[in-house]
């Protein structure tokens, strides 16, 4: 049985570190940066780098558990560079 998204990303644990996350899901660590120059969240998992999708468009687990725990939010508020 495939799981949803938002079940996969139950599994990820997120670490605040300052203007970025460090996200895994036992597989590596990944790290999620949120631009304030075009207001997009990136990941470095191959999930998101390998999308088809335009950034703005691109979504991953690690994303979608930042996003559930607020994360994403105050990551976008402070930004960076």
């Known amino acids: 049985m ?3 998204l938002a079940e996969r990303a139950a ?4 670490t605040m570190m300052r203007g970025w996350l460090k996200a895994t899901s036992g597989h590596g660590w990944h ?3 949120f631009s304030k120059a075009d207001g997009i969240a990136y990941c470095t998992c191959p999930a998101w ?3 088809h999708e335009a950034p703005k468009h691109r979504w991953c687990k690690h994303l979608e558990a930042a996003h559930l725990k607020g994360l994403l939010k ?3 508020d402070q930004g960076c560079a």
């Open 74 to 76: 105050k990551l976008a």
């Open 2 to 4: 495939k799981r949803t």
């Open 11 to 14: 599994e990820v644990k997120l």
């Open 31 to 33: 790290t999620i940066k």
């Open 49 to 51: 780098k390998y999308s």
